[in-house]
């Protein structure tokens, strides 16, 4: 079966500071990935999404990054955290050939808050 | 940009009522779901639906679809407290299996 973890779980950090949250997925090949930012009892909000290895779309401008170093990992990073950027970090993974429904499935989170 | 609007925002009830929360678009889907999610965890994808006018049950869940693939609704029929949670509506486009997520509504379900 497959499984998606996220670290870590949770994260305080100052202002300016630089940022690494990682994801890695088990027991799949070639999916394609996601990190997604949940403000407080809210929607989500799509960051990035990757369809293979160094691949990486960005869907909103703003002060984070992500890579894709190898085929299950999918990492979000920053060079300065904003305060702007507290907030709840998902992770998820899609199978990426033989799905035409877009189900999504999802990490347990990263808590963020930016003091 | 295609918008997914859920209503009611937030919903509170007692244990055993029933209650049906929607999700609408201006914009036709190639597929719908529905996710819960609980506080401090991610969502848990709770079913799909492909088919216009499709109907799917999942215990005391009744999901629908809408004829024309633009909106669908959940039923809860004898709301429990382990029913309480985020209730996130998502519709794929087809792009590299994107998602637009609904704006969510929240349950709560008292004793």
């Known amino acids: 079966s497959q499984t998606i973890h996220q670290w870590p779980a949770t994260l305080v950090q100052p202002v300016g500071s630089p940022l690494s949250l990682e994801c890695t997925v088990e027991?799949?090949?070639?999916?394609?990935l996601y990190w997604y930012r949940q403000a407080a009892g809210r929607g989500l909000q799509l960051l990035f999404y990757?369809?293979?290895?160094?691949?990486i779309s960005s869907e909103v401008p703003q002060n984070l990054s992500a890579s894709r170093p190898q085929d299950r990992q999918f990492i979000l990073s920053s060079k300065k955290l904003l305060l702007s950027d507290s907030g709840f970090y998902l992770c998820?993974?899609?199978?990426?050939?033989?799905?035409?429904?877009?189900?999504?499935?999802f990490g347990p989170g990263t808590r963020l808050t930016v003091l | 940009t295609q918008l997914l609007e859920q209503s009611p925002q937030f919903l509170s009830i007692q244990e055993g009522e029933n209650l049906t929360v929607y999700c609408n678009s201006s914009s036709v889907f190639s597929s719908l779901q529905w996710y819960r999610q609980e506080p401090g965890e991610g969502p848990v994808l709770l079913v799909t639906v492909v088919t216009g006018g499709e109907v799917k049950k999942l215990k005391r869940l009744t999901f629908q679809f809408g004829d024309a693939r633009k909106d669908s609704s959940l039923h809860i029929t004898a709301a429990q407290p382990g029913d309480t949670g985020l209730y996130l509506c998502a519709a794929g486009t087809g792009t590299a299996s994107k998602l637009t997520f609904g704006t969510g509504t929240r349950l709560q379900v008292t004793l």
């Open positions: 998820a993974w899609s199978v990426r050939l033989g799905s035409p429904y877009n189900e999504q499935f």
């Open positions: 027991g799949t090949s070639n999916p394609n």
């Open positions: 990757s369809v293979g290895i160094g691949q």
